[in-house]
């Protein structure tokens, strides 16, 4: 079985300030990892993913998130948050396994508060 | 390039009726995915298609939903005698296998939103 934890259902953040989303997974096999944003009303939209290789992924927006086999951790990161940088962020998860499938598992997510 | 579309957005109905969603992927994507994702959760797998082909349900998938992609091209998600429960975003995605073997990239469509009073 998969999991995704995102330990914070908030995170507050000053504009111009660094910023990171914390997710931690949990997989039988090697993962595949993702991160997703979804404004209000709207679908997820697509932001990075983690295959292999560099363990630091860049991404839409100035966004990148580092992958650590050791912590079962893909934190998202940001160094100068925006305001416009305010929603629901969600990690998900996808086994590499042959028995995994191409489900995505996600987390419960985390909404990020960008304050001026 | 066009986005993932799904119709209609927005439903209302009354317990115990039948609804049906569509979902039109992106146009060269041969796989299609339905996810459902209740408030303050993420979304949840329901089951996913590789062009006609069925390949994966959840257990979450009842009697009661029945999704199908004829042509391998839009989906349709159908729930029959609907209960308050099932009041929740429904979400389609869609991605291709790439040619590197690599793993794909789901894209989301907007959702249809389902309220079963």
């Known amino acids: 079985a998969q999991s995704v934890a995102q330990p914070e259902d908030q995170v507050n953040v000053a504009e111009g300030n660094p910023l990171t989303v914390k997710c931690t997974y949990s997989?039988?096999?090697?993962?595949?990892l993702f991160w997703y944003v979804q404004y209000p009303n709207r679908g997820l939209q697509f932001l990075l993913k983690?295959?292999?290789?560099?363990?630091l992924v860049k991404g839409s927006y100035g966004f990148e998130a580092e992958f650590n086999k050791s912590q079962t951790s893909f934190h998202l990161k940001k160094p100068s948050a925006l305001v416009s940088d305010s929603a629901l962020y969600f990690c998900?998860?996808?086994?590499?396994?042959?028995?995994?499938?191409?489900?995505?598992?996600f987390g419960t997510g985390t909404q990020l508060k960008v304050e001026l | 390039d066009t986005g993932v579309s799904q119709d209609p957005r927005h439903k209302i109905t009354k317990r115990g009726q039948n609804v049906t969603f569509r979902c039109d992927p992106i146009?060269?994507?041969?796989?299609l995915y339905w996810y459902r994702q209740t408030l303050g959760q993420g979304p949840e797998f329901l089951t996913y298609?590789?062009?006609?082909?069925?390949?994966?349900k959840s257990r979450l998938l009842s009697d009661r939903f029945s999704a199908e992609r004829p042509k391998g091209s839009f989906s349709t998600l159908e729930i029959q005698r609907t209960e308050q429960g099932d009041s929740a975003m429904y979400l389609c995605?869609?991605?291709?296998?790439?040619?590197?073997?690599?793993?794909?990239?789901?894209?989301f469509g907007p959702g249809t939103r389902l309220t079963v009073l």
């Open positions: 997989v039988s096999g090697n993962p595949y």
């Open positions: 298609f590789q062009n006609e082909a069925q390949l994966e």
């Open positions: 995605a869609s991605s291709s296998t790439g040619a590197s073997g690599l793993t794909d990239t789901q894209y």
């Open positions: 146009s060269e994507h041969n796989r």
């Open positions: 998900a998860v996808r086994d590499r396994s042959a028995g995994g499938g191409n489900k995505l598992t």
């Open positions: 983690y295959i292999t290789g560099d363990n």
